[in-house]
């Protein structure tokens, strides 16, 4: 018996399993808040953040798909505003939104702005970099700077105006960046990346089909926490006769992408059923699933 940890996959057989079990729940909305959840993450691969924002605006019954969008608003939390889920992740947007005006600067000159000063430019970003890995004091800093401004004095170009260009620019920039905590918390629901704004097709599994319109004639939007969502997996785990640690929303997620793969989807379909930033993810699941590596050796060696 292979033993799971709450991030591994489940196999084909294990997850019918489960699916099955959750028949034994009595009540009938838990028993259908449940199997949608599980679908929804061990066959569409969506994430409990995404589960738990929802609507039934996503969902596209005529083009079998869901549409997890860029934004959508979150009314989940006790005053009718963003959930506990959207204000953390609101305010760890905040708090990383702003780099200080030595970082923005960096930032710059890792770009290529200044690049036309040559030596200059050489100098001043290896300062910068010294500067923000914390190496020289600001006053050696502002020494170094005194000095490459100073170093090419026949490159053609005022180094110092080129200079104070480029710290109008990173002023520009933090300000840009500067959102305060409510303008950030009105943006939330956001999903974890660009690329997890996506498009799932669901039409393959009529039960996919079955479940999102039961469960969505039910209610409009997915109507409690995003630790509900945990919550219903745990559930389904604990009927099912498994520990709790066996497996989790993300380990639901890793057992589609199991499921997929070793179904013969390809890395790029796979990546963007799963909205994943890096090809390389997808190809993971690709290599480790044994049925795919037989499947093409099939289509190769059939005459
Ligand atoms: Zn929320």
């Known amino acids: 018996m292979v033993k799971h940890s709450k991030e591994d996959a489940l196999n084909e057989k294990e997850f019918e399993k489960l699916l099955q079990s959750i028949e034994r729940i009595d ?5 259908l808040q449940t199997r949608f959840v599980v679908l929804m993450s061990g066959r569409l691969g969506m994430r409990a953040g995404e589960i738990a924002h929802m609507d039934k605006e996503w969902v596209n019954y005529r083009e079998g798909m869901i549409h997890i969008p860029k934004q959508d608003r979150c009314t989940k939390g006790k005053d009718g505003g963003p959930c506990g889920y959207c204000r953390s992740l609101a ?3 905040v708090k990383h939104a702003v780099p200080t005006k030595y970082e923005a600067q960096l930032n710059l000159l890792e770009q290529g702005n200044l690049v036309h000063l040559g030596i200059v430019y050489q100098e001043i970003l290896s300062t910068h970099k010294a500067f923000v890995d914390n190496l020289i004091s600001k006053e050696e ?3 170094r700077i005194e000095d490459a401004l100073c170093l090419g004095k026949n490159n053609g170009y005022n180094n110092e105006n080129e200079y104070n260009k480029l710290v109008n620019r ?7 960046r500067n959102v305060s905590l409510s303008e950030a918390l009105g943006k ?15 039409d393959f599994d009529p039960r996919i089909e079955i479940v999102i319109e039961d469960f969505f004639n039910k209610v409009n939007r997915y109507p409690t926490s995003r630790t509900t969502v945990n919550r219903r997996v745990d559930d389904a785990l604990e009927i099912a006769g498994k520990e709790k640690n066996e497996c989790s929303p993300h380990g639901l997620r890793a057992t589609a992408a199991s499921y997929h793969a070793g179904r013969g989807l390809d890395v790029v ?4 059923m799963f909205g994943w930033v890096q090809l390389d993810t997808a190809m993971k699941y690709v290599k480790n699933s044994g049925t795919n590596t037989q499947r093409a050796l099939n289509s190769v060696h059939r005459k």
């Open 188 to 202: 939330y629901w956001i999903p974890k990346t660009d690329s997890s704004a996506r498009d799932i097709p669901f």
């Open 27 to 31: 009540c009938d909305w838990y028993r």
């Open 269 to 272: 379909a796979l990546q963007s």
């Open 141 to 143: 800093f502002d020494n």
């Open 170 to 176: 990173a002023q520009k920039f933090i300000e840009n």
């Open 91 to 93: 305010k760890s947007v």
